[in-house]
């Protein structure tokens, strides 16, 4: 079964069975009038209230669009006791020069825990919260980082790992193609999006030419 087109008389357990990119429910968003910033999560939090028949002007954002000010802190004006809200702090290069020197390191990426901290204190209006406290949440536990509404929106990056994982793909000599065309197949189906090895099976015929 083929996903259907996006309306507003969809009960909210069959959007759920189907994956959205985000450009699309931020297009759902914008034509139904609700907020249309945020995260995946976010943005599906919205849609799903509003089909369960939440008038629109009661549906809120969560967090406040961070608008580009003329305060924008550099890298030597940023320290252990410096603001993440309403101070110019942003995790953004100056931030990563910042962090390199923190560090002692050539060369720093983000980790996912910063951002889901930096989205909770948007949404808390957290104005105590201290660049501080984003470094004391990289040794924080990582379950709490990964088991949440964000994190299950990354299905596509989640069902390429497990597909990876599982030795049985061994066998196809492109493994990056052949998991695009089976994800293909579980996008559009109802059914959830999880990897499993029955579904690359199931499919066989549709990957057979990628045997070695």
């Known amino acids: 079964m083929n996903r259907p087109a996006f309306n507003s008389k969809m009960d909210s357990e069959t959007f759920h069975k189907y994956y959205w990119y985000k450009a699309e429910l931020e297009q759902i968003c914008r034509k139904y009038k609700l907020p249309n910033y945020g995260t995946k999560a976010e943005l599906t939090g919205y849609i799903v209230q509003f089909l369960?028949?939440?008038?629109?002007?009661?549906?809120?954002?969560?967090?406040?669009?961070?608008?580009?000010?003329?305060?924008?802190?550099?890298?030597?004006?940023?320290?252990?006791?410096?603001?993440?809200?309403?101070?110019?702090?942003?995790?953004?290069?100056?931030?990563?020069?910042?962090?390199?020197?923190?560090?002692?390191?050539?060369?720093?990426?983000?980790?996912?825990?910063?951002?889901?901290?930096?989205?909770?204190v948007e949404k808390n209006a957290d104005t105590s919260a201290t660049v501080a406290d984003l470094i004391a949440c990289l040794d924080d536990d990582k379950q709490k980082y990964t088991e949440n509404a964000e994190e299950k929106t990354y299905q596509w990056n989640n069902f390429v790992k497990s597909f990876r994982n599982d030795p049985y793909n061994s066998k196809f000599s492109s493994q990056m193609k052949v998991a695009s065309i089976i994800w293909r197949i579980l996008r559009d189906s109802d059914k959830e999006k999880v990897y499993s090895r029955e579904l690359v099976k199931e499919n066989i015929k549709s990957i057979q030419k990628y045997v070695k």
């Open 52 to 120: 369960e028949g939440m008038p629109v002007q009661n549906i809120k954002s969560v967090r406040k669009i961070r608008r580009n000010t003329t305060l924008s802190l550099k890298a030597d004006q940023i320290t252990l006791n410096t603001k993440l809200l309403n101070s110019g702090f942003s995790l953004n290069n100056e931030a990563r020069i910042f962090f390199c020197r923190y560090f002692q390191v050539e060369k720093f990426s983000y980790r996912k825990s910063m951002g889901v901290m930096m989205r909770e």
